[in-house]
């Protein structure tokens, strides 16, 4: 599971939703950087049943607002590997984010490459480039650098400032409690047989952003290829990477299927990510002896 950011303690959507105009303002101000005129801007669509709804009052505010304000929030942001860092200055949430791309332990050739890159996508837009990089690689990062320096400044306005929501997502999860409304299932399909494919075995692991994977849970499919249960519900589905291992060459025994020694496909992994914790993330795999498919189901 990803690394939380700085110790808070969380609010219950209830409590969030008893606070006086001046306290909910103070607890969400620094959602959106330097920039609490959201958090203002959200206060009348209370009540708010998950943190889905909330945050979508707040990117509601930032598309509402005239396009001073929004070149604001993005040149509130700071510079990636920037002055800021270097000298300190950043907010906490941000030098966290910032941190956990490793940011913050750049190579001299990596610090000048950003430093080229912040200067020319600034000089271009006039805001700094922004990405949501918390837990992203530095290879990831600099790609999504060289290609959206490219862009229109209109189509990059826009590029930005859904990033900029994306960041908000993932601090305001950090400050308020999900609805319990979220649930993780999967369903095995045997494609050679036409057929669910029951009795197949699947571990479940959290991977974590330091150190060995944890296992969560073990199942065996059901007749229908199902498991009887959702893998993952409510308060324990929390947002992160996770791993279904489907161990596809026992079922295969089982079920007689033909094989090599050793088999094409054994055990087979799907990694994944949960961004949002109040929502249904249904896995599926389709597969045969030789070949395998998923996709994000329903």
């Known amino acids: 599971m990803p690394d939380r950011g700085p110790s808070e303690t969380r609010l219950t959507l209830d409590k969030l939703n008893s ?9 969400l101000g620094d959602i959106y950087e330097h920039s609490p005129w959201v958090a203002q801007g959200a206060l009348t669509e209370r009540p708010f049943k998950s943190v889905t709804d909330l945050h979508a009052a707040m990117q509601a505010t930032v598309d509402r607002a005239l396009d001073d304000a929004r070149v604001g929030l993005l040149r509130a942001h700071p510079d990636l590997a920037g002055k800021a860092a270097l000298a300190g200055e950043l907010t906490e949430k941000s030098s966290f984010e910032q941190s956990s791309a490793g940011l913050d332990s750049l190579t001299p050739e990596e610090m000048e490459r950003f430093q080229v890159l912040n200067a020319a996508y600034r000089d271009k837009f006039g805001f700094p480039f922004i990405i949501a990089v918390r837990n992203a690689t530095k290879a990831l990062i600099l790609a999504a650098f060289e290609s959206r320096t490219e ?5 990059e306005m826009a590029t930005a400032l859904r990033e900029v929501g ?16 979220g649930r993780l299932t999967t369903h095995v399909l045997d494609t050679a047989a036409g057929k669910p494919a029951g009795g197949l075995p699947v571990d479940l692991f ?4 330091q150190g060995p994977q944890t296992l969560l849970a073990t199942f065996v499919t ?11 519900e409510g308060e324990r589905l929390k947002a992160g990477t ?3 291992l489907f161990h596809a060459g026992i079922y295969f025994a089982r079920a007689g299927l033909a094989t090599d020694a050793p088999a094409f ?10 961004s949002n914790p109040e929502s249904h993330y249904h ?6 002896p030789w070949s395998y498919s998923t996709y994000r189901g329903s």
Request: aromatic share 6%; net charge negative; glycine share 4%.
């Open 19 to 27: 606070l006086g105009q001046k306290d909910f303002a103070a607890s």
């Open 151 to 155: 862009n229109d400044p209109t189509t």
């Open 166 to 181: 994306k960041i908000a997502w993932m601090r305001l999860l950090e400050k308020v409690i999900p609805a319990p409304t």
């Open 206 to 209: 959290a991977v974590n952003a």
């Open 222 to 232: 059901n007749a229908d290829g199902r498991l009887d249960a959702p893998a993952l």
């Open 242 to 244: 996770y791993e279904l």
């Open 265 to 274: 496909l054994d055990s087979i992994p799907i990694r994944f990510a949960i």
């Open 283 to 288: 896995v599926p795999l389709l597969l045969s």
